[in-house]
Structure formats: C-alpha cells, structure tokens
C-alpha cells in the first residue's frame, strides 16, 4: 500500500513533535537532578531527595527516595501530625474534680503550663483562683526522663529537658546575669532550694550534676550572659515548684498536696489551655524539643492511652500513618533519637497529609519556619522577596535534613524533601548547597 507525501511528511511532523514534548518534560527535571548529582559538596554522604507538585502522586525529581535517612527534628513532623488528628483547636492541660473544699487534678503534659514564653497562663490562673486545697495526683506518665536513643552526655543542653507529665517552667532554669556580672536563676531554684550552688573559678557555663540540681557555676559572668540548665525533676521537686509560686500570689495559703495515682473519674472535667496553634508554633519554629516531646504525651493523654511516648506513637503508626509508602522506624517526639528512620517519599506523604489535614495554607505556612524571614530557615532564602520555602530543618551531628513546601516563581507549589546524612563537612556548607539547589528550583520553575 503506497503512502502519499502528505500522510508521510505529518508523520514526520508528529513524531519530531512528539520528541520535542517529550525532551521538554524531561529535560527540566533532569537539570534538577543534575545540581544535585554534580555538585562537589554532595560526593561523599548519603544523599536523598524527591521533589513533586502539591497534590500530583507522581514525583518530579528522585534520587535515593525509597533510602532511609536519620531525619533529626523533621520528626517534629510526625508529632505535628498526630496531634493534629488527636487534639482539638486548644491544649488540654489536665482533668480535675471539685470535692467539697478540694480541687483534684490529673497532669495531661501540657508544655505551655508556667513556660516563660507563654505570658497568658490560664490554667494556673485557674488554679491560684479556686480558693480550694489543690491535690495533684502524679503516676500517670510511665516512660524515663529521657526518650531512646538520646545521649546522658546531653543532659547539661538546652535542648535535652526531662520529660514529665506535669511540664513546669519548661522543664528549665533560665540563667542570666545581672549588671554587675552575678548570676541570677528563673525560677529562683536557690530560695526554693532546689541546689546546691558551688562557685568554681575555672568553670566557664553553669553545669548541673547529672543526678541533681546541684550547680557549678562560674565565679564571675558578662552582663549579656545567658543559659537554660535543665532541671533535673522528682514528684517532689514539682511540688515544691508549683506549690512556692502558688503561694508567691498571695491568693492561695495551703501548699499543694501530692497524691499517688488513683483512677481518673468519669465525671472529671478537661481544663483547656492556649490554643493548639500557638503550642505547635512554638515546636516548629523554633524546633524546641520540650515542646514535641511533651506534645505527644498530650496526645496520649486526651485519648485515654497510656501516657508514654511509644503508646502514643504506636496508635499514630496505626491510625493516621498506616498508607505511608515505606515503613517508618519512629522512637520519640523530637528527633533527639538516632533511632528514627525515614524514607524522603514518606516525609513527602507526610507532607501532603499535613497539607490536606491543615487545609489552609496560609495557616500551615504562617506555622513552620519561613525561609528569610523565621524560625530556624530564618537566616536561609534571604533573596529579598516574599518567603518561598516553608520548612522544618532537623540538625545532628553529621546529619542535616531540610522538609516542607517551596513556591516556584511560575506559582507552581511544591512537596520536597532534601535528606543529608553521614557528613564530615561542615554543617554550614551542607546547608548552603541545600539552599543553593532549592534556589535554582524556585528561580527556575
């Protein structure tokens, strides 16, 4: 059968055609693939990445997606997951009963309860204003002071507070100086007596024994110095605690009272706190992990599991997690433990489950770390335009992982997730090729 010219020439036509779409759809993506591939910082670490718009199942760019990576505080993502589907729009921060002339409470680890940071303080009000005998009753909480995986080495840090079921004061000392160089506490853990306080010329930061709140504190500070010491907390200690400040109000005359654990009554009350947002804020921003660490354990508590880290992440994995596409290792709250293990396409599922879940955008976007302008992406992005990339950064060391949304200069909206691990460079030229490759994805798409 003969082909006429015609029919012959727009078969020619349709396929060049055909070839240029298919070169022009692949080609972009593999520019993305080759900033990441060619780089000479990314040459000796593991490397993981996938990209893929909002919405669309299918992935723009991967480059060891389905390998696990320690993610450090990307974790903070599931936590922020999960309390989104088991926490309501304001934290609970315990149960209670009036009998006769006694307020009875039960702890649910609200994080906020006498943060420093939280200046509108509810539920204590509640409390100091209830002109009854308080009794709180304690044992609920059934893991350690610390989650797994975490290093003792860190209990000196900021970042490594107890955990507990009554969170106080954020589970910290704050240390500043006065004028004249003299250390002062907040709380004043040395009228509470709650220390000892040994003065040692050579030491050159506050260091707190592992087993105690004994201090040993440098003899003499700058004006400018600063440190939060976590405390090192019993039953006792937190009474002593909350009862000192109840009583520093004036309103209250009877030191608060401690019981051990008794069932909670059917006919107990939930006092709600600070508004869920302002805690999750909090957590992300700034990657505080107090916050994430006790956010789970509120989670458990407003469900009725128990109170304890594995409970908790155990009834998320089967619940809310169960259509990830890889298996997830998940062993605490925060990202402080090496134990967590996550594939770059489950933080990108995770992702768009977040999204979904929020369903504004503009609050999703105005809770995590904005790049250029806040939390810890604040000093990255900093192109002088309105943010584009909306991210939670998670840090160990030789570890740096960067999650979250990025805004391209067409408007396209993307998923990412950018996984480094097993580094010997520098932290800062890790973050700056993370940044770099990001750019190039937003200036260019």
Request: hydrophobic share 40%.
């Given at each position: 059968?003969k082909?006429?010219?015609y029919?012959?020439?727009v ?7 055909s070839?240029?779409v ?6 972009p993506y593999?520019n993305?693939s ?11 670490h593991?490397?993981?990445f ?6 669309s199942?299918?992935s ?6 389905d390998h696990?990576?320690t993610?450090?505080s990307n974790?903070?993502?599931y936590?922020?997951?999960t309390a989104?589907n088991m ?8 149960k209670?009963?009036v009998?006769n ?5 039960w702890p649910?680890a ?6 420093p940071d939280?200046k509108?303080?509810p539920a ?7 002109n ?5 009753v ?7 002071k610390?989650?797994?995986?975490w290093?003792?080495?860190d ?5 490594q507070?107890?955990?507990?079921e009554l969170?106080i ?7 500043t100086?006065t004028?004249?160089g003299?250390i ?7 009228s509470?007596?709650?220390?000892e ?17 004994n201090l040993?504190?440098?003899k003499?500070?700058?004006?400018n110095y600063?440190?939060i010491?976590?405390l090192?907390?019993s039953?006792g200690?937190?009474?002593?605690l909350?009862?000192?400040t ?7 005359t009877?030191?608060l009272?401690n019981?051990?654990?008794?069932s909670?009554p ?5 006092f709600?706190s600070?508004a869920?947002d302002t805690?999750y804020?909090h957590?992300l921003q700034?990657?505080?992990n107090?916050?994430a660490e006790?956010i ?10 128990s109170?304890?880290?594995d409970s908790?992440?155990?009834?998320s994995k089967?619940n809310y997690l ?11 709250g925060?990202g ?11 933080m990108?599922?995770?992702l768009?489950?977040?999204y979904d ?7 999703l976007?105005?809770?995590l ?6 939390g810890?992406i604040?000093?990255m992005f900093?192109?002088?335009e309105?943010?584009?990339?909306f991210?939670k950064?998670?840090?160990?060391a030789?570890?740096y992982?960067?999650?979250g949304?990025l805004?391209?200069?067409s408007g396209?909206k ?5 996984m480094n691990?097993s580094?010997?460079s ?5 973050r700056a ?13």
């Open positions: 059968m082909i006429n010219n029919t012959l020439l078969g020619i036509i349709l396929l060049i055609t070839c240029s298919q070169k022009s759809m692949v080609l593999q993305i080759n900033e990441l591939k060619v780089s000479p910082v990314n040459q000796q593991q490397v993981g996938i990209l893929k718009e909002i919405g199942t299918k723009m760019v991967e480059q060891e997606a696990y990576f993610p450090a974790t903070k993502l936590t922020f997951y989104l926490l309501g729009d304001s934290i609970p921060t315990f209670y009963v009998k002339d006694s307020l009875i409470i649910m609200d994080a906020s309860f006498l943060h939280f509108n303080q204590f009000d509640f409390l100091k204003n209830s009854k005998t308080i009794y709180l304690t044992g609920r909480y059934s893991g350690e610390f989650g797994p995986g290093s003792w080495g209990y000196n840090d900021y970042y507070t107890e955990i507990t969170p004061y954020g589970n910290a000392i704050n240390i100086a004028a004249k003299e002062k506490y907040s709380p004043d853990v040395a509470l007596y709650l220390s306080i040994e003065v040692s010329p050579a030491a050159k930061k506050v260091v707190r024994d592992l087993g105690s709140n040993s504190v440098p003499r500070v700058s004006a600063q440190q010491v976590p090192h907390l039953k200690i937190i009474e002593n909350l009862t000192d109840l009583l520093a109000t004036g309103m209250v009877k030191p009272r019981l051990e654990w008794r909670i059917a006919n107990a009350k939930t709600y600070i869920s805690l804020q957590m700034p990657s505080d107090f916050m006790e789970l354990l509120n989670c458990a508590a407003a469900k009725n599991l109170m304890n880290t908790v992440i155990a009834y089967k169960n259509d990830l596409p890889d298996k997830i290792a998940w062993a605490d925060s402080l433990s090496r134990y967590n293990l996550f594939t770059p396409r489950d990108a599922a995770l768009q489950k977040i879940k929020v369903g504004n955008e503009k609050r976007f105005n809770l770390p904005n790049g250029g302008k806040s810890t604040r000093n900093k192109t002088g309105s943010p584009f990339v991210a950064s998670g840090s160990l030789n570890n992982c960067l999650s949304y805004i391209g200069k396209k993307y998923i990412f997730s950018f691990n580094f010997v520098p932290t800062s030229e890790i090729e993370v940044e770099r490759v990001l750019t190039f994805i937003h200036d260019n798409y």
